[in-house]
């Protein structure tokens, strides 16, 4: 893999192979106890940490916000003008492009910057789709919606991992995604907020989505960087 990928392997890594070949590819604990204490000690040294906790925060809520506005759009899809079936369709197959275009902004542009311009362009869209009185217009701005936080949900997926310490990396995305579904289970209930005024619903969208985004501006970027192995790591990628 890291021959077709042209990476460099570090000692330490071809050396755990070695012990692993030695093993015969046998389930070995390689670490033990010793890697418990460091896991648990990388946990506590982020929760007393403000930068890092403040950094988990903004990642929390984004997670929330774009499952939130990505489910919620799809939902939302039906309310539109025209046939119901063929808009859902299009808000479908919108998606497509919405995942290449992720790859191409975070290459081109970094994590940050692609995500805050696919972020706040979904937040400007939903907020203009739902005073939109023009049936074409307002598909046309829901659609770009929907491609807009494809994308940066992609992005914030990627860029979550590549903010936090090896040690701990599992764990914490773990803990983004959670609060991913919580965003998702409560889409649903956004569109019966029209009841009371129509344009409500894309409101709520479009500014949970701008608040994301500025928020986002906090972040480091990690196009091109090292991926932090220890909190001291995650720590200087904001100097």
């Known amino acids: 893999a890291a021959k077709v990928n042209k990476a460099k392997l570090s000692k330490k890594s071809l ?31 982020m929760m007393k940490s403000k930068v890092l906790m403040f950094r988990m925060l903004i990642l929390l809520y984004n997670f929330a916000i774009n499952a939130l506005v990505y489910f919620g759009l799809s939902i939302n899809s039906v309310s539109l003008s025209g046939n ?8 479908s197959l919108v998606e497509l492009p919405g995942y290449w275009l992720s790859y191409f902004v975070m290459e081109k542009f970094g994590r940050v ?8 362009l979904c937040g400007v869209t939903c907020i203009l789709c739902g005073y939109a009185n ?13 491609l807009a936080i494809t994308c940066s949900i992609t992005i914030v997926f990627i860029h979550a991992a590549e903010l ?7 764990m914490c995305c773990a803990l983004c995604y959670t609060m991913s579904r919580i965003g998702a289970l409560l889409s649903p209930f956004v569109p019966y907020l029209g009841k009371y005024y129509k344009p409500l ?28 192995n220890s ?9």
């Not at 910057?113 to 706040?120: C, K, N, Q, T």
């Not at 936090?164 to 599992?170: L, V, Y």
């Open 15 to 45: 050396e755990l192979f070695e012990e692993l070949e030695l093993n015969d590819g046998k389930n070995v604990n390689l670490h033990g106890d010793e890697t418990k204490g460091q896991i648990l000690d990388a946990v506590l040294r």
């Open 84 to 91: 119901k079936f063929s808009n859902f369709i299009l808000v």
């Open 113 to 120: 910057s692609g995500y805050l311009g696919s972020i706040l």
């Open 134 to 146: 023009d049936p074409w217009l307002q598909t046309g701005l829901f659609l770009i919606g929907k």
């Open 164 to 170: 936090m310490p090896t040690i701990i990396r599992s």
């Open 201 to 228: 619903p894309y409101i709520v969208f479009g500014v949970t989505a701008l608040v994301g985004g500025v928020s986002y501006l906090y972040l480091p970027e990690t196009l091109n960087k090292r991926l932090p």
């Open 231 to 239: 909190v001291d790591d995650a720590l200087e990628m904001n100097e």
